[in-house]
């Protein structure tokens, strides 16, 4: 289905299912504690109340200084949609970011990449490797974590960088929670969008996602099967698997943090603890808040809980979004309509003039490094090494001729003949190599511009934004400069791919 196949139909069934409005709006704000909502935001939460409402969702794993770019334009993707569902349906639809700190990957959720001035990609992981196991919602920074951040801002560059710094700083502040630095540095484009948010964690402390919990073990072997023979319906098809399907898909909490449930004969194993399968269920029953979804019961209990008739996703989310596919039907649930999100490249000042003297255009850097490296080397040397194919054929000619007198003396010199030229040739080609070796040596100026604009624009040979956070970006173009850039999205149709140049200021 497409955006376009949403109507007042889908809006009606998916606004009559989730939870308690009151319930859903008590999360919201308690997910949003300690933020002063903005006048957009307060509009969209007085909509959510409303029983016909439906939401356009999109989330994210908590994620370092914002985390990678392509959060942003999830998000901005999911305004989009919701804007673009109210005015073809007549319903409220609100745009929703859906936080998912109920996971217990404390390194991806504290760590990023950043672009130095010398155009080297640091790594950046500031966690400790505490408790490993512990779920991101139950995390603070500490005063060592402080303290390893702050150095880190310090590589920030750009126009905005010091407002940048500063702000960042006071969203890592000791004793915050790791889900509430991430929502810090989001929060203005969050209040500018009016997007309002959830954490997961804030609906399973309270057991809000018990109904579908309890459901979902009560059929849990129906459940898994069906998963299965989707999954492999899609493989046959060609589709790669995009998450591993579990037995029994949810973790337990436990005094040592999230753990794996496993299937056994006798029932299920936890951390070494064998029970039945009916004390699991009960024990879901009495504690719900102890159980946590994996990756493919997550958007069944998202979809349970929230009304939602759209939902944004990144590419390897919409493949595994297809594995629960014909779940939805077999829990009653209506299945909301996926849109893949925009994404875009940033071009700051530096990359773009760069890229004027470079002479190729940016869709040239856009492909592994050693490839670029390799064109650039040809590029260079051909400016003053001898036609090869010329030099190639004077050979062959010369050689010919030799071929030809071997032939009326003796034809078995034949073979010596082309032996020589194949010696001649290989001559040839170690004399190009040196030669390129030199001229690439020779010309450092233009390889190493070259490098500045790969890393800026596809480091690590992947799409940019993947790997910078937000924070890196608003140093440069600042939060209104981010603002308007991912404002372009919303002029073209969802899940385009835009560039977005810096502030015409920025590059005087």
């Not at 949003?32 to 794993?61: F, I, N, W």
């Not at 890229?355 to 064109?375: F, V």
């Not at 040196?434 to 624009?457: E, F, G, P, Q, Y």
Request: with cysteine; aromatic share 6%.
């Amino acid at each position: 289905m497409k955006l376009q196949d949403v109507d007042q139909e889908l809006c009606t069934l998916r606004s009559s299912q989730g939870a308690s409005r009151t319930r859903l709006g008590e999360r919201v704000l308690a997910s949003m504690l300690g933020t002063e909502l903005s006048k957009h935001q307060q509009r969209a939460y007085q909509q959510l109340l409303a029983p016909d409402s439906v939401v356009a969702v999109t989330g994210q794993q908590v994620g370092l200084f914002g985390g990678p770019m392509y959060t942003l334009y999830k998000i901005r993707s999911a305004v989009a949609a919701a804007s673009i569902v109210s005015q073809q349906t007549g319903v409220p639809c609100i745009p929703l970011f859906w936080v998912e700190d109920n996971d217990h990957d404390a390194h991806e959720a504290m760590h990023a990449e950043i672009l130095t001035g010398t155009h080297d990609v640091l790594s950046i992981s500031p966690w400790d490797g505490a408790h490993p196991r512990r779920r991101v919602a139950d995390r603070l920074i500490d005063q060592a974590l402080h303290d390893a951040v702050v150095p880190i801002l310090q590589q920030l560059q750009g126009r905005c960088a010091q407002q940048t710094i500063e702000r960042l700083q006071d969203a890592y502040q000791v004793g915050t929670t790791w889900t509430d630095a991430f929502l810090t540095v989001l929060a203005p484009y969050l209040a500018e969008w009016g997007v309002l948010v959830v954490c997961s964690s804030k609906l399973v402390d309270v057991g809000l996602h018990s109904p579908i919990l309890q459901y979902l073990l009560n059929r849990n072997d129906e459940v898994v099967q069906t998963i299965k023979t989707t999954t492999m319906a899609l493989q046959q098809r060609g589709t790669a698997q995009q998450a591993n399907v579990l037995d029994v898909p949810w973790m337990y909490t436990n005094s040592n943090g999230r753990q794996r449930i496993e299937k056994t004969a006798m029932g299920v194993s936890i951390a070494g603890q064998q029970l039945p399968f009916d004390e699991l269920v009960n024990m879901a029953r009495s504690h719900p808040e102890r159980f946590t979804p994996t990756v493919l019961t997550r958007p069944l209990v998202q979809d349970a809980i929230l009304p939602t008739a759209v939902t944004v996703l990144g590419a390897a989310e919409m493949a595994y979004h297809q594995q629960i596919a014909d779940v939805y039907q077999l829990l009653g649930v209506g299945r909301p309509v996926l849109i893949a999100r925009s994404g875009g490249t940033m071009i700051n000042a530096k990359t773009k003039r760069n890229l004027l003297k470079s002479g190729h255009k940016l869709e040239w850097y856009a492909r592994p490094w050693q490839t670029i490296e390799k064109d650039l080397s040809s590029e260079l040397a051909s400016a003053v090494l001898p036609n090869r194919v010329q030099q190639q054929a004077t050979i062959d000619n010369t050689l010919d001729s030799y071929v030809e007198a071997a032939q009326k003396i003796d034809p078995t010199l034949v073979a010596t003949v082309n032996a020589q030229r194949a010696g001649m040739h290989a001559t040839l080609d170690m004399l190009e190599s040196k030669l390129t070796s030199a001229s690439k040596k020779k010309n450092a100026v233009v390889v190493d511009r070259a490098h500045a604009i790969h890393a800026s624009v596809f480091p690590h040979d992947t799409k940019q934004e993947r790997v910078y956070p937000l924070g890196m970006w608003e140093a440069d173009f600042g939060i209104d400069g981010l603002i308007d850039a991912c404002d372009q999205l919303g002029q073209h149709e969802i899940g385009a791919t835009l560039l977005f140049h810096a502030p015409t200021h920025e590059a005087q």
